[in-house]
Structure formats: structure tokens, C-alpha cells
């Protein structure tokens, strides 16, 4: 089974970066959907953005434009490219594998703080 792992989180000032990391431990080429969530406390988690096999993407409106989402097959990958972070920002990012079989990573926390 396809287990997850992220990375790259820490404290970022606002205006600063930040890429963020999802290995698997097994092969995402025969996975479609790969995607990042979100969840900051006391809120539901939303979808920050999400990546087709094919390249093709899709960003919630709130990241759009200051987030890129990419993925490395052969590295089995999935990174989260984030520019221009922002205070609320701020939550636990989550990566995602799949749709009707769901697999997700641990979290890596993200503090966007002055």
C-alpha cells in the first residue's frame, strides 16, 4: 500500500517561501490524483491544490497564483511550491493520493509568522 510522508514545513516569516514534500513509499505512477490539503486549528481541512498524472492542475482561489503544485514520477514526489505566504497560511499541510482509495500523509506543520 502506498504510505505518504511530508516534509519542508517549519516557521517562515510573511513574504517568505516555502516547498513542501510528499514521498511515497510505493509507485504513484498508477495513481491519478495527487493532491495537498489543508488545516488550520478549529477550521474543517480544505484543498489547497491538486495534480493530475497528466500535469494537469487545479488551486483553490485563495493560493492561486503564489502556490505551484508538481510532481516527480520517478521520484514518486509530489511537491507543493509556496510563494508569498501569507499569516493565514498558517495549518497543517496534508498530502493526498487518490480518490475512491485515499491515501494521506502525516501533516507538516507550517507557521506563518512574524
Known amino acids: 500500500q502506498v504510505q505518504l510522508v511530508e516534509s519542508g514545513g517549519g516557521l517562515v516569516q510573511p513574504g517568505g517561501s516555502l516547498r513542501l514534500s510528499c514521498a511515497a513509499s510505493?509507485?504513484?505512477?498508477?495513481?491519478?490524483?495527487m493532491g495537498w490539503y489543508r488545516q488550520a486549528p478549529g477550521k474543517e481541512r480544505e484543498l489547497v491544490a491538486t495534480?493530475?498524472?497528466?500535469?494537469?492542475?487545479n488551486y483553490a482561489d485563495s493560493v492561486k497564483g503564489r502556490f505551484t503544485i508538481s510532481r516527480d514520477n520517478a521520484k514518486n514526489t509530489v511537491y507543493l511550491q509556496m510563494n508569498s505566504l501569507k499569516s493565514e497560511d498558517t495549518a497543517v499541510y496534508y498530502c493526498?493520493?487518490?480518490?475512491?482509495?485515499?491515501?494521506w500523509g502525516q501533516g507538516t506543520q507550517v507557521t506563518v509568522s512574524s
Open positions: 493526498k493520493a487518490g480518490i475512491i482509495r485515499q491515501y
Open positions: 510505493g509507485s504513484i505512477l498508477s495513481i491519478n490524483m
Open positions: 495534480i493530475t498524472s497528466g500535469g494537469s492542475t
